[in-house]
């Protein structure tokens, strides 16, 4: 097992391995805050290589939006148990990040995790969402597309099953051109075989915010408004009541005071108008 842990934040990442089973009973009331606090930890399933939203630099150091919020929400739940605590990253993927939670392997998801129904019979979301991406439009410079309406008829390369393919083929006439990998996206686009390539603008952002080497120099995102746009969520596991008020009290309080905003524009993401709204919301409550 490979540990990392800095000083500086108190926050550990342990390397996990897939696993399987059955998953665990739904979480009393009370109970996963009175592990909290007895551990005086929180383990958090995220996943630690999506920069900038989460990422280990070369000292195991964690950063990133996503952790400067469990920052925020460690010292927050610290006060809601009465102890200091410590956060424990538990790496995970799209693929076992559901299980590790109801196996136990964690006491909450906090990653770029977007709500869905078929998600909703799983797991508990924290309401409310503290985040949410919509789609972007990701081209060769050069292309100029004033609104959606400028892509009607025209191909765009997506993944299978992505959320945007639907409304952009019903709404807008596109056709979407689909691969199973987002490598097969790419290539596609650098080939020309489609005028654009859609995937969430947060993605798009993350992707030109870290491209260190220039891999997409020839390229821009389009700066066209989202038609649409899906909530991220914490969650927690059913049943586990008193951890999922306090995080709701944590996450009200972002949109608030506007924390959600200020630490996307700190990490260069374009903050989307659902954390606008959500701040005008909660600001009159």
């Not at 280990?56 to 990133?64: N, V």
């Not at 765009?156 to 996206?185: H, K, M």
Request: charged letters at 25%; hydrophobic letters at 35%.
């Amino acid at each position: 097992m490979m540990l990392n842990y800095s000083k500086s934040t108190g926050i550990v990442a342990i390397a996990a391995t897939l696993v399987s089973g059955l998953a665990a009973p739904s979480a009393h009331a009370g109970e996963v805050l009175d592990k909290i606090k007895d551990r005086a930890r929180v383990t958090v399933c995220t996943n630690v290589n999506n920069p900038p939203n989460v990422f280990l630099d070369s000292s195991g150091t964690a950063k990133g939006m996503q952790v400067d919020l469990m920052e925020d929400m460690k010292g927050q739940l610290g006060k809601v148990v009465g102890k200091d605590l410590a956060i424990e990253l538990v790496p995970t993927l799209p693929a076992n990040r559901v299980e590790f939670l109801d196996r136990g392997k964690c006491d909450m998801i906090f990653t770029s995790l977007t709500v869905t129904p078929e998600r909703q019979k799983l797991i508990q979301f924290v309401e409310p969402y503290y985040y949410a991406a919509g789609p972007g439009l990701q081209t060769k410079k050069g292309v100029e597309l004033k609104s959606w309406d400028d892509v009607r008829g025209k191909p765009i390369c997506s993944n299978q099953g992505s959320s945007w393919n639907v409304p952009l083929e019903r709404d807008y006439g596109v056709t979407i051109v689909a691969f199973q990998t987002q490598q097969e996206v790419d290539q596609s686009l650098r080939d020309g075989r489609c005028i654009a390539l859609v995937s969430d603008d947060s993605y798009l952002q993350a992707r030109f915010l870290t491209d260190k080497d220039g891999v997409w120099k020839d390229f821009e995102i389009q700066k066209l408004p989202a038609f649409s746009e899906g909530p991220w969520g914490l969650a927690v596991k059913f049943g586990d009541a008193d951890l999922q008020k306090a995080l709701s009290d944590i996450t009200t309080e972002w949109h608030a005071s506007g924390k959600v905003i200020d630490t996307a524009k700190k990490w260069g993401f374009t903050p989307p108008k659902f954390s606008y709204d959500m701040q005008d919301k909660y600001k009159k409550q």
